[in-house]
Nanobody
Framework: QVQLQESGPGLVKSSQTLSLTCTVS?????????WAWIRRSPVKGLEWMGA???????FYSPSLESRTSISRDTSKNQFTLQLISVTPEDTAIYYC?????????????WGQGTQVTVSS
């Protein structure tokens, strides 16, 4: 059974960098899947932020690409999201998920989500 768990600070100040880590168990991030970051906010709803593929290739939402970086640590079976220059509009629940069909937006495993609040 694959499990994903997000970790990181729950509160970030405006203009700072948000960093979240997703720890994966029960499956390797170098297997044939894509590993995504998705967030949900009252204002924007569900928003795909980006993903890192099994081979390390990164993909980003055009609207967030200038502020987003996704990396991985294969020795720890983790992948990480960094979002720079955050504002209160980045307040959301952040999820990591496994995509089983590339970038088609189909996910079979999700983390429980972590609330991130950006203070002004």
């Amino acid at each position: 059974q694959v499990q994903l768990q997000e970790s990181g600070p729950g509160l970030v100040k405006s203009s700072q960098t948000l960093s979240l880590t997703c720890t994966v168990s029960g499956g390797s991030i170098t297997a044939d899947y894509y590993w995504a970051w998705i967030r949900r906010s009252p204002v924007k709803g569900l928003e795909w932020m980006g993903a890192i593929a099994y081979n390390g290739k990164q993909f980003y939402s055009p609207s967030l690409e200038s502020r987003t970086s996704i990396s991985r640590d294969t020795s720890k079976n983790q992948f990480t999201l960094q979002l720079i220059s955050v504002t209160p509009e980045d307040t959301a629940i952040y999820y990591c998920a496994r995509a089983y069909n590339g970038l088609l937006g189909e996910y079979d495993y999700w983390g429980q989500g972590t609330q991130v609040t950006v203070s002004s």
